[in-house]
């Protein structure tokens, strides 16, 4: 091999990564090429406008219980073990001897990628796959390397995703069928039994979450975009939250919309595209992610469409909530080409509040945005984990638990540090419910989000009047221009004032159950930010 670019026979193919008898190993192909092969393959279908579409069968979302870690003595003392399922040496060994023996007689797609945009903390990832629209994909959500790079590419970690795979949970130390190992002293990915694409990002994703803390580089969970003054801003949240759509500012440079690496240089992209979610996608609420959903090399997944006409229905959610688009970074125009930029000014943790009592926008001392990073409160919206129906409220600490392989407290203390050296002003914003809790009040106006945040990252917002939240104790603001001034006291919003009240003391009563794990972990200041505390006061 000296390019690492074609196709490569079974003789070729036996010496890649330890593989026997491949039928052949289709290698860095890119986006024509695999989209002819997902069609010649049955695999997916092109509809208007372009983009290829295909379904991820009964896995529509990520399957966090399925995934495992390989326990030895490198992770025994690192890895979070009550946040991360083990799995010992000696049965991840027997998997990955079983994934060589199902790949046989198999044609596979591998390219070569980067997960980082910062030379100095990127990994190479070399992924396998065996459908040719799962290459297609993490070749959009990864960073490509350019042309030149590949004749001297050596692969740090390697993934191998068979969907068509099952797992033996007695033979392979598993749960079901599907599984998601992952050995992170070999660098050695395993997925098997779903065919859900976003399983390999995050895989890299938490394979960086294990690294980088170590170099003094914080991971985030969290989208990224910065104004015309090089002021760049962070959006913490979980999927569903709205990273994508608010990072998606037509008058700021979009960063990335879902995994950033904070280093002592500044921000930097984990990846080199995005994966927006499409229900109810519209050209009118989100123009940018609309138009790159209909180009070609986009790829849909689980959406439903017209077979004569191939007109896609974004509001049709009748395989799953979850459907997804997608594409490289330059499909939005006015993407960062680097993936990098200079130190956060402000820093928005978004939390879908399922319970309807957050104000929309609240700003945050240094103490009470670790408090918020470390409860990570939000609720998880359907279809993003299998099984789940309807919306969910749920803390999810560094708003990305399951992808979390240290204790969270390394994070967080490396984040605060980094908000004291800088002076970063940091927000927590609902994008979650108004007027009632799930299934009462409505979610919260896009307009209206949009239009607070505007104020926050010009900076007009820090000059606006406040108040305490009565029971958060965090500073909301009384009035901003072009918001109706009810909505910023949520109490208002509600048709009863008792329930309201009710509503809000439980949701205090579940962040202070929540937080005790992590009081012996935190100083008296974070501790006295909690919603309980500023009660009594």
Same mark, same amino acid.
């Given at each position: 091999m000296t390019d690492n670019i074609g196709v490569f026979n079974s003789a070729q193919g036996a010496e890649v990564s330890g593989f026997r008898k491949l039928k052949a190993v289709r290698w860095n192909f890119e986006a024509a090429r695999l989209v002819e =092969?997902?069609?010649? !393959?049955? =695999? *997916?279908?092109?509809?208007k406008g372009g983009a290829l579409a295909a379904d991820t069968?009964?896995?529509t979302g990520r399957s966090p219980k399925d995934k495992f870690v390989v326990r030895d003595a490198a992770t025994e003392k690192v890895v979070w073990w009550d946040n991360n399922a083990a799995m010992s040496p000696e049965q991840f060994d027997v998997l990955y001897a079983d994934f060589i023996a199902h790949c046989e007689g198999k044609e596979l797609f591998a390219q070569d990628l980067y997960g980082g945009a910062d030379p100095a903390h990127r990994v190479r990832a070399r992924v396998f796959t065996e459908l040719a629209w799962h290459s297609l994909f993490i070749r959009n959500l990864l960073i490509r390397p350019e042309a030149g790079e590949l004749a001297n590419y050596a692969p740090e970690m390697t993934i191998i995703d068979l969907p068509s795979f099952k797992a033996d949970p007695k033979r392979h130390g598993c749960r079901s069928e599907t599984v998601i190992a992952i050995d992170l002293t070999r660098k050695i990915v395993l997925i098997g039994a779903s065919a859900y694409a976003g399983e390999m990002k995050k895989s890299v994703f938490t394979y960086l979450n294990y690294v980088l803390p170590a170099k003094g580089v914080v991971p985030m969970h969290c989208s990224a975009n910065v104004g015309p003054r090089g002021d760049s801003a962070v959006f913490f949240g979980l999927s569903g939250t709205g990273k994508t759509t608010l990072s998606a500012d037509p008058e700021r440079t979009l960063i990335g919309d879902d995994e950033h690496g904070w280093s002592k240089d500044g921000v930097f992209n984990f990846e080199g595209g995005c994966y927006a979610k499409t229900i109810k996608l519209s050209a009118e609420a989100e123009p940018q992610i609309y138009a790159a959903s209909q180009m070609f090399g986009t790829v849909l997944e689980n959406v439903v469409f017209d077979e004569n006409t191939r007109e896609v229905d974004f509001d049709d959610q009748s395989k799953t909530e979850n459907t997804r688009s997608a594409y490289p970074l330059d499909f939005i125009p006015n993407a960062s080409r680097t993936g !990098?930029?200079?130190?956060?000014?402000?820093?928005?943790?978004?939390?879908?509040?399922?319970? *309807?009592?957050?104000?929309?926008i609240a700003?945050?001392?240094?103490? =009470?945005?670790m408090y918020h990073f470390l409860s990570g409160y939000t609720a998880k919206v359907a279809g993003t984990e299998r099984g789940l129906v309807g919306v969910e409220p749920e803390f999810s600490t560094?708003?990305?638990?399951?992808?979390l392989p240290r204790h969270p407290s390394e994070y967080a203390n490396l984040l605060r540090e980094l908000i004291a050296k800088h002076h970063v002003d940091c927000w927590l914003v609902n994008t979650g419910w108004t007027g009632g809790k799930y299934g009462v009040g409505r979610r919260m106006p896009i307009r209206v989000t949009r239009r607070l945040l505007t104020a926050a990252l010009d900076g007009s917002l820090n000059r606006a009047d406040f108040r305490r939240d009565p029971y958060f104790g965090f500073a909301v603001p009384t009035s901003v221009p072009g918001v109706e001034p009810h909505i910023l006291y949520p109490v208002k919003t509600w048709a009863s004032k008792a329930e309201f009240a009710d509503t809000a003391k439980k949701l205090v009563d579940m962040f202070r159950a929540n937080f005790k794990k992590f009081e012996s972990h935190v100083d008296e200041a974070v501790k006295a930010a909690a919603p309980a505390n500023q009660m009594a006061a």
């Open positions: =092969e997902s069609i010649r !393959r049955g =695999e *997916g279908s092109l509809v069968g009964q896995h !990098r930029a200079g130190v956060p000014k402000n820093i928005i943790m978004l939390t879908a509040d399922a319970f *309807g009592v957050m104000p929309p700003k945050l001392t240094p103490a =009470e945005a560094c708003f990305g638990s399951p992808f």
